[in-house]
C-alpha cells in the first residue's frame, strides 16, 4: 500500500514539475519571439551618429565658447589672491595660470570641433 502512495506521489510532483518546465520555456519562447521581432526593427533603423554627436556637443562647445575668458580670468585671480609669495610672485603665478587656462580651454574647443 505505502509503495503504491508513493507513486502516486512521485508521479503527481513529476507532473506538477513537467508543467513547470513547460510554462518555462513557453514563457522562453515568447520571450525570444518578441526580441526577435524588435531587434529585427533595431537593425533596420536608420541612426545617424554625427547628428547625435553634434547634438551633445554643440551645445557644450557654444558654452564654452561663450564664456572661456570669465573662467581664465577666475583662475588667474583665484592663483594671485591665494598664492604664496610676495606681490610679484604672485604676479608670476597669476600670469601662468591665465596662460594655462587659455591654453587648455583652447585645446578643448579645438578637441570639441
Known amino acids: ?3 503504491k502512495n508513493l507513486k502516486t506521489i512521485e508521479l503527481k510532483d513529476l507532473e506538477q514539475e513537467c508543467n513547470y518546465m513547460m510554462l518555462k520555456l513557453l514563457f522562453m519562447v515568447l520571450v525570444a ?3 526577435s521581432l524588435f531587434f529585427n526593427e533595431l537593425a533596420f533603423a536608420k541612426f545617424d551618429i554625427d547628428a547625435g554627436v553634434a547634438a551633445a556637443t554643440n ?3 557654444a558654452g564654452i565658447e561663450a564664456h572661456w575668458g570669465k573662467g581664465v580670468i577666475l583662475t588667474s ?3 594671485a589672491l591665494f598664492g604664496e609669495g610676495d606681490g610679484r610672485q604672485r604676479a608670476m ?3 601662468a595660470a ?3 587656462a587659455g591654453a587648455v580651454v583652447l585645446g578643448v574647443i579645438a578637441m570639441l570641433k
Open 77 to 79: 585671480t583665484a592663483a
Open 98 to 100: 591665465a596662460g594655462a
Open 59 to 61: 551645445p557644450i562647445i
Open 33 to 35: 519571439t518578441i526580441s
Open 1 to 3: 500500500m505505502k509503495v
Open 93 to 95: 603665478r597669476a600670469g
